[in-house]
């Protein structure tokens, strides 16, 4: 039973925990950032952060948890979008709406947003640790979209996975083609511009061949 004390010593308990989380995310960014993920390590990072190595652990389970952790809240959004759209919306609307909606650093303009942009997609760019992380995670995404239309369809697991793959096929290309343009020394504004048209470009182009499919009910 819930005492009168119970819900905010929780909630401080919840705030405590995500301050260390952050504290530790944050920590290892700077020094990945500074050296590259494969010259950090566990226990660099804990010291940095003054914390134990089994507390890093706690938190982040393996060592490319540090620079993905908040792709699972993406994931929850994503198929949120999907699940709870309106009635006799196809999936693929959902999914358009959702992906376009996405900006994080590359829609801020501030010079700490874009240096932090580039090191941060630098990073990703010289690991293969990393890569193959990311392509993990794509591979989930795709599982888990796969999953819940073929579970709104009810009899055609193939249609599903075509379509949840023909989806997260346009994402992963506009990350790739975002984080080309980022290497490239591409201007922020321009590059969002040039991503926005390539996108409406890419959901056309399944449009002619996905819009009538996983209306929603």
Known sequence: MLTPMSEPTTGLRARKKEKTRQLIAETARRLFAERGFERVTIAEIARAAEVAEKTVFN???TKEDLVYWRLGSFEEELLATVRERAHGEPALAAFRRFVLAQRGLLGRFDPDARERLAGFTRMIDESPALRAREQQIFARY???LARLLAAEA????????????AMMGVHRALVAYTRRGILDGAGHVALERDVRARAERAFAL????LGGYALGA
Do not use: C, I
């Open 142 to 144: 795709t599982a888990s």
């Open 59 to 61: 938190y982040f389970p």
């Open 154 to 165: 009810a009899d055609d697991d193939v249609e599903a996975w075509v379509a949840a793959n």
């Open 206 to 209: 399944l449009e002619r061949g």
